[in-house]
């Protein structure tokens, strides 16, 4: 079992619609990172967050370190957020980061 | 800044061939690794390193190897280079204390294939 769960696999919306994507981890974090990963390939980071919640334009990362889960939500979501997201924990005491497998979102038109 | 950057972009090797990865970053970071992203599965850590002349393992590090001469360059060395090793090869790094405290900041990534 991998110890970052991400869901949905997939997820197709129209524009417009509220996006929420799920993230659990079964492991003391330091950190949970949410990544953007383009058609293109290139990976960028979004959040990184230890606590609570953060907000950067349409995009809104949450984490509850007691039930191990944090969300990715994208309000008012638009073709150009079509990706694939990436969920990463950094366990307690290392630096190393452990990925989920992502979660391609497609939003139509 | 240049950021992160990884050459070659593509990458065609026979098995038994080897080559290396290169990586180089701009920003001064400490904290420098690799990563491979293979079809189905997130992504995996080859090695990594936490500052010039100290490097150690991650998750899949056989058939690799790595040093770090200078905090700014990090190569990735395939010994003799198997099928199983292709895959798109990703370098990333951040400041001091790693992802433990600071975003990772990615390279463009390599293809590479195997035959």
């Known amino acids: 079992k991998n110890e970052v769960e991400q869901s949905p696999q997939n997820l197709t919306a129209q524009e417009g619609e509220f996006i929420t994507i799920n993230c659990s981890y079964s492991v003391g974090i330091s950190a949970l990172h949410w990544l953007q990963q383009h058609p293109g390939g290139g990976i960028v980071s979004l959040f990184m967050l230890s606590s609570g919640k953060k907000k950067h334009g349409r995009l809104i990362a949450t984490i509850n370190i007691q039930e191990k889960h944090s969300s990715l939500h994208i309000t008012a979501s638009h073709p150009r957020d079509s990706a694939v997201y990436i969920c990463?924990?950094?366990?307690?005491?290392?630096?190393?980061?452990?990925f989920g497998k992502g979660t391609k979102l497609t939003v139509n038109p | 800044n240049a950021g992160v950057t990884q050459t070659p972009k593509f990458q065609v090797l026979k098995t038994g061939q080897s080559m290396t990865l290169q990586c180089a970053q701009d920003m001064n970071h400490e904290y420098m690794s690799w990563y491979r992203q293979d079809p189905g599965m997130g992504l995996r850590l080859i090695h990594y390193s936490v500052g010039a002349g100290i490097t150690d393992q991650g998750e899949v590090p056989n058939g690799y190897n790595v040093s770090r001469s200078t905090t700014e360059d990090f190569p990735l060395r395939l010994l003799s280079a198997a099928p199983s090793q292709t895959s798109v090869y990703f370098c990333?790094?951040?400041?001091?204390?790693?992802?433990?405290?600071?975003?990772?900041?990615f390279g463009p990534g390599t293809r590479l294939t195997v035959l």
């Open positions: 990333a790094s951040s400041p001091r204390g790693g992802s433990s405290y600071n975003e990772q900041f």
């Open positions: 990463a924990a950094t366990q307690g005491g290392s630096e190393k980061l452990v």
